[in-house]
């Protein structure tokens, strides 16, 4: 078995419910799991900010979204789910790429290839027999049985909610071992998705769209077995940098800002510097000798 997918599966049932927080890099998958969580999230969008520096509108490639994966997998023991937005040209190739890097999970969505952020307007859905198909296909290339595929419904703001569990209902019946039932606007709605569907369901969390942010257990509660922040630490730091760029050149030096700065020995402690430093010195210690 793929031991990502199995230890996500784990988490998901064992967590109640699992907390997933977004992260753009390894050095964040890093202090996530420092911090305590159970499992990462590769948001589609944190990729094409972070790494391209653009908007979230189906412009970044899978060699972009794979690049970031390998990097934070490499770099962590945690599952991490990562989102392939509508399986790219090729979704055979697609699963098989992420599965081989050591991914646990990818989520796949029922949009257009022209897609669009979950929480912003005009989103256009393919037939759900099309978002069928992905499904399947992405059901039959995975090599091992507990890969996660996890289908991801934008249908509730756009054709309500009983479209939208007919989807999930049909997504489930191709394969789908999870669900992301996106934009939500009330909890209730989270427990008509639960009461209807057999599989786990993702609560997404993401600030300043359409859903409000509810607390974990309360979302568990109303049905949700998996929290997901997808972007929550890209946007405080992005904050703070913004904040010191503007300190630095507006006042010439960096003093005012210095709180919102990690320190040298905290990231020293994150990365284990000192220990790693102490190996490398061993290591040149003894090529000089020999």
């Known amino acids: 078995m793929s031991s990502a997918g199995k230890q996500f599966r784990e988490a998901v049932k064992s967590a109640q419910p699992l907390q997933v927080v977004g992260v753009i890099n390894a050095y964040f998958a890093?202090?996530?799991e420092k911090v305590g969580f159970q499992a990462l999230y590769l948001s589609g969008a944190g990729v094409a900010n972070a790494s391209l520096g653009l908007p979230d509108l189906g412009m970044s490639e899978l060699e972009d979204v794979l690049t970031d994966a390998q990097r934070i997998v490499r770099a962590t023991s945690l599952p991490l789910l990562v989102d392939i937005d509508t399986g790219w040209d090729n979704i055979t190739q697609t699963i098989q790429v992420f599965e081989a890097a050591g991914v646990a999970a990818v989520q796949i969505e029922d949009q257009i290839a022209a897609k669009r952020c979950g929480h912003r307007p005009n989103k256009v859905l393919v037939r759900?027999?099309?978002?069928?198909?992905?499904?399947?296909?992405?059901?039959?290339?995975?090599?091992?049985d507990d890969f996660v595929i996890m289908a991801r419904t934008d249908a509730v703001a756009v054709e309500g909610m009983d479209a939208a569990i007919a989807r999930a209902q049909a997504y489930v019946d191709a394969g789908a071992d999870m669900i992301f039932a996106e934009a939500l606007t009330d909890?209730?709605?989270?427990?008509?998705?639960k009461d209807q569907l057999s599989v786990p369901i993702l609560a997404n969390?993401?600030?300043?769209?359409?859903?409000?942010?509810f607390h974990k257990q309360d979302l568990y509660q109303a049905g949700a077995d998996i929290v997901l922040y997808p972007l929550s630490t890209f946007r405080s730091a992005s904050a703070a940098v913004l904040s010191v760029l503007e300190s630095i050149h507006t006042r010439g030096d960096q003093n005012a800002i210095l709180d919102l700065m990690q320190t040298r020995e905290s990231l020293y402690d994150f990365l284990n510097y000192e220990k790693l430093e102490q190996d490398l010195d061993k290591t040149l210690k003894h090529e000089r000798q020999g």
């Open 128 to 144: 759900t027999q099309e978002m069928v198909e992905r499904v399947k296909e992405a059901v039959a290339a995975r090599k091992q």
């Open 30 to 32: 890093v202090m996530a």
């Open 205 to 213: 969390m993401t600030e300043f769209g359409k859903t409000q942010l």
């Open 187 to 193: 909890l209730s709605q989270y427990r008509t998705f």
